[in-house]
């Protein structure tokens, strides 16, 4: 059985930054033997792709509307996944999830994670 938690959203003012982590608890899961991936969710939409992440670090994905703002990055010794956001817009607003990447190989398809975390709120005001 494998546990996500994520932790440092918040409310922040428009340019401004927060830094998610998400810590992965497991006794049998090897968390550097997996790719991970951010996903977010906002009020009454789907729940969408952010970035991926290889299982060495050396790989990064992003949605388009986060290049060059977001930047996720992994600690395998912590089992943990991070996501740096910087300035941040009122649009990135949502519930940010991370999960497992468990199977194939398209790195922003939402069936291709599994193990999702409760979710971190990132509010953005304008």
């Known amino acids: 059985q494998v546990q996500l938690v994520e932790s440092g959203g918040g409310l922040v003012q428009a340019g401004g930054s927060l830094r998610l982590s998400c810590a992965a608890y497991?006794?049998?899961?090897?968390?550097?033997?997996?790719?991970m991936g951010w996903f977010r969710q906002a009020p009454g939409k789907e729940r969408v792709f952010v970035a991926h992440?290889?299982?060495?670090?050396?790989?990064?994905y992003y949605t388009d509307s986060v290049k060059g703002r977001f930047t996720i990055s992994r600690d395998n010794a912590k089992n943990t996944v991070f996501l740096q956001m910087n300035s941040l817009k009122p649009e990135d607003t949502a519930v940010y999830y991370c999960?497992?990447?468990?199977?194939?190989?398209?790195?922003?398809?939402?069936?291709?994670?599994?193990?999702w975390g409760q979710g971190t709120q990132v509010t953005v005001s304008s």
């Open positions: 999960a497992v990447k468990a199977r194939g190989s398209t790195y922003y398809l939402r069936d291709e994670y599994d193990y």
């Open positions: 992440i290889s299982w060495s670090g050396a790989t990064t």
């Open positions: 497991g006794r049998t899961f090897s968390f550097s033997s997996y790719a």
